[in-house]
RNA sequence: GCGGGGGUUGCCGAGUGGCCAAAGGCGCUGGACUCAAGAUCCAGUCCCGUAGGGGUUCGGGGGUUCAAAUCCCUCCCCCCGCACCA
């Protein structure tokens, strides 16, 4: 394998600091990846998309670009201080996926048992699997997100968009451990990942005569005209003290509420069945309805209290039906059944009695019809002939707005476990600070530079665009984890993704930090303003303590490099990461500044199975390396799926690959210290063919398709080196130089390797191979598809023959070429006509004219038939012979020019 | 449900109107080489065929066209996202 080569180049590329970038006269190219995230170490997902943005990186290098790549860590957040208290707790599963999947050594891993432990490892780790795979990353610029001087920056970053009015305080509902004391994400969850909270509506129903609400809970508040009863379950309930208000409801519901930021005050227990019988009035409606009680009705949901519509609830109707009571269902909505809709669910769906678990697909069913293709009818008042989707929400708002409604959050599904044993709750957090992302004058931006922007691959832009319109306020501060704290609010943290939208500014400052020149202190915010933001000048600045120098050479390093000009990241960011880049640069940043391309790829599984960091199964970086080296895995990963498509890694593709690059190796050692000799036909070929293929990659790489790209550079051009070869080629060194060159970008350490046995310079930093359409040679190509072919032939029909032993080639006659030619020039008639003169005989003529279609004019047929007898024979072990007295005659007329008459026997 | 992507020959996948039984990779079969294995090289790998040929294919159905994997309509199926999690 290739070890020894690898860790000698890359030692090599550090010593020459070939990476290194700086500002110079060339173009810049500014290309950046997501910094990973270490809860763990680097994995085939990762070695993706950085090896795709390497590969770019090195291709457009040698393009001639002064290429900047750099690279940082992600550590603020939460999961690594989980991971350390799982760590630290012993965590079984947890040992067993890091020591298993992580490939962490047991005793290394039981060490990291607080955050701090955790990033210096992972960090170390990451860092080492990612020189070992060789990528052309400036390492002078690295840094982790809970550095000192990146804590500034983010600050400063917060700072000037709340000046924007682009933070903003308010609520929202988590899930939530009341063990725990915290919000739950999914993998804290024992039960119920699954789970979404779900915005009931509260409908405010008031006791006849009395202050006394019973507030229903609903998913559809625009049925309220429809309602003709309410339902409780014959148990015991609570009566209490709502802000004010006396409600009724569950037992479960009223603990609940302590979490929804409602004052509540137990007042008293009381049956339900003391009500029943009782009646309550519909808010709006104004209709006097009875209290009636319901076996189905689940105090574990919501308020516990439920209002009944039972035209258009499945439940409602066949509880009805099961206490026996006369009320006639009231239909609000029409679609395009004719009777009582529930009716006509509950006998199509064949349900029994409220039991009935069918009851929640018929429920559901209707729902959706009806949702969708409802409109409401005369009787529900002004909201008459409007479409279910609009009346639900106009009907909410207008409770909303008359104080007889108000919201509880619940679970979808249930039950909802924490990894502690606890029943998790809806909570909803106050005060929370939001990024307004809902913001209609900032979305209109991002949505005009998205226009402006190259996506790759293109339709994503469309995806882009819905989820721009798509995004919501978003919380940007957290009560745990790793981070810097919000600078006017220092109680809370800045969320993880929150902090990790605008830092591609900031690897221009860490190469000044890691050298020493820039202290944390030194980045005031009015440093920052001018650098980034052009507010302020070399005398606002004064309060960073850094010289004028240094500042300037800050600025101009800023101004060269920026923007960024691909940003290139695994699908899983689309929808929040790479928007949050677009909204932030958008926000903060002057036009000239802003991103200009992302692109995106898609996943990779590991033997079809979905890969994850926190169950397996997994496959490192580093095993990947240990295993098959820098190159292979670059070639593999690069070849295995196009960028757009998710990848599957199969260890039996990729262990194939080990001998395909070392038969490479070492066709180009043996070949490429040879003289070359005189050019033949052959070696026109070659280079004819070598030069399509790197108009193939180049077009390729130009659009980021490695997949593509690598099949051409390598694959294809393997192939034809394989012919050459077999053909008696004796001058592959003509293409060798360029064939290194082409490969470098993907096989960068075997290519460095080659590339000096002939040369003192880096094939790293040559120039990459150009397409010259002079060298392509349309008469090379087609004699050589002429003998492929010829010889394909020659074996297919010698299947048939007994024993054979001679094979005679017939070309066209010339008469043939010569009717060809003249057919191409004045058509097929004039050919014809020309024929007949010539005294041809008819049957002939004839067969020219049916054939003409799928002949070719290749340039002396015979002589290149001559040329290759010993090449024929030596391919198809049969003697050739160009004698034509042997041929029979039917034989011999099928010969047509391109391809010649054959005869074996 | 909404939005985005997709269904091609044993598998992964290229292919967007004729040059397509359809690139490349993987797998499998046979042969050459070898003491042998591996590697390498060659051939085959939808069906039929004693002459380089013919037939049937590109999720199902229908249509446009001289011509469709490729265009149109319709149906079926699969994957991803729908958030506060990096």
Redesign the pocket.
Known sequence: MFIEIEEKWQKAWEIAKVFEAEKNKKEKFFITVPYP?L?GNLHAGHTRTFTIGDAYARYMRMKGYNVLFPLGF?VT???IIGLAELIAKKDQRTIGVYTEFHNVPLNDLLQLTNPQKIVEYFAREALNALKKIGYSIDWRRVFTTTDEAYRRFIEWQFWRLKDLGLIEKGS?P??YCPNDQN?V?DHDLLIGDEA?IVEFTVIKFKLEDSDLIFPCATLRPETIFGVTNIWLKPVRYVVANVEGEKWIISKEAFEKLEFMDKKAKFIEEVESSDFFGKKVVIPLVDRKVPILPAEFVDTDNATGVVMSVPAHAPYDYVALKDLGVDIEPIVIIGTDGKGVPTKEVVEEFGIEDQRDPDLEKATKFLY?KEF?TGIMLENTGKFAGMRVLEAKEKVEKELFELGLADIFYEFSEKPVICRCGTKCVVRLVKDQWFLR?SDERWKRKVLELLEKMTIIPD??K??FK?KIE??????CA?RK?LGTRIPWDKEWLI???SDSTIYMCYYILSKYINDGTIKPENLTLELLDYLFLNRGNLETTKNSGLSDEVIKKIKEEFEYWYPVDLRSSG???V???LLFYLFHHVALFEERYLPRAIAVNGYVSLEGQKMSKSKGPLLTMKKALETYGADVTRLYILH???YD??A?WRS??ID?LV??LE?FFNIVKENYLRETGEITLLDKWLISKFNRAVKEVRDAMDKLQTRKAV?SAF??IM?DV??YL?RGGNNLSLILDDWIKLLAPFIPHICEELWHMKHTTFVSLEKYPEFDSKKLDLKAEKAEKYIAK?L??I???KK???NPKTVYIYPAEDWKVNALKITIDKGLSEALKELSKMGIDKTEISIFAKKFKNMELIPNEKELIEQNIEFIEKETHLKVSMESEKIPLE?KR??IPG???????
């Open positions: 995230y809860n992600h957040g939460t999961p929202h988590v899930r919000p994400e979404s959706k969708h992302y339709y994503y469309e995806e819905n798509w995004l919501k306020d978003k919380a957290r984890g969320e993880s993704l699908k899983d960011l929808a929040n990461h295995s799926a196009e498509s998710d599957d039996k593709e194939g001998t395909t038969r099949n694959f294809e192939d394989r012919w077999r010829l394909e032939d074996k297919e029909v048939f023959v007994e034989r099928s010969a391809k010649p008459a054959i005869f074996i026997c």
